[in-house]
């Protein structure tokens, strides 16, 4: 019973992060997108597809990119 209560919230934990980080990509402007020299369509498509993977490489590759021409 723990052990499933455990896996429950782990995956509570990965959707959600998950979820983050593509409201992120998509609440960002498109000009800001273009200044950082990345795609917006390439990297929702990297979240949706990717999962978990796809939103931990956006948070390392893209994100900081973003951030730095914000």
Do not use: N
């Amino acid at each position: 019973m723990f052990r499933l209560v455990g896996f429950g919230g782990f995956a509570l934990l990965f959707f959600l992060f998950w979820a983050w980080a593509l409201i992120d990509a998509v609440k960002r402007p498109t000009d800001q997108w273009e200044r950082a020299h990345q795609s917006e369509i390439v990297w929702i498509l990297v979240i949706l597809l990717g999962s978990v993977l796809g939103a931990t490489a956006y948070l390392f590759i893209a994100r900081p990119q973003l951030e730095l021409v914000r």
